[in-house]
């Protein structure tokens, strides 16, 4: 793996595969990208974007069905599903709140458990349709970027000072 990062495409290929892996998704895509991998800045961040978000229809759009077959063909994943749901749950009273907002929040606060994966499925279990939920979970996507550069920027400046 260490090979697709010697070139200047294989570290965009690889940055935009590690958006899209969830709960690494761009909050660990772009400081692996920049720090370790010196890929520029502003690239990270655009790729770290757009691969976070391609998953997202997608699972707004399936994420039931595959549930739904996962527990017919699969039941030892029951568990797995019903925590996923779990999660989805946590989440929604603050999205059914705020509505647009509140699904922006839950994706662009880079906390663990937040993030497009679960706003995706939140938006999913709450029946949203796509033309609300993506632009929602875009923007918060472009938030957690922001946060996610300025802390991969601000930490490396802060350890020089002292």
């Known amino acids: 793996m260490d090979i697709l990062w010697n070139s200047f495409w294989g570290k965009i290929w690889m940055t935009f595969l590690l958006s899209m892996v969830p709960v ?24 770290s974007i757009i691969g976070n978000m391609v998953p997202v229809p ?5 994420i039931r069905k595959i549930f739904d077959w996962m527990r017919k063909k699969m039941p ?6 019903s925590k996923m749901e779990q999660k989805a749950e946590k989440h929604k009273e603050t999205v059914l ?9 839950l994706v662009a606060i880079p906390l663990p458990g937040t993030g497009a994966w679960t706003g995706a499925l939140v938006a999913a279990m ?3 349709q796509l033309k609300r939920a993506v632009p929602a979970i875009f923007l ?4 957690a970027a922001a946060i996610v550069s300025f802390v991969t920027l601000a930490v490396p400046m802060l350890v020089q000072l002292f």
């Open 140 to 143: 918060g996507v472009v938030g």
């Open 76 to 81: 030892k994943l029951n568990g797995l599903v």
């Open 126 to 128: 709450l029946d949203m």
């Open 24 to 47: 690494i998704e761009l909050r660990g895509a772009i400081p692996i990208a920049t720090e370790v991998h010196e890929l520029n800045f502003w690239i990270a961040i655009v790729v």
């Open 97 to 105: 709140k705020y509505e647009f907002w509140g699904l922006f929040l």
């Open 58 to 62: 997608f699972i707004i759009v399936f």
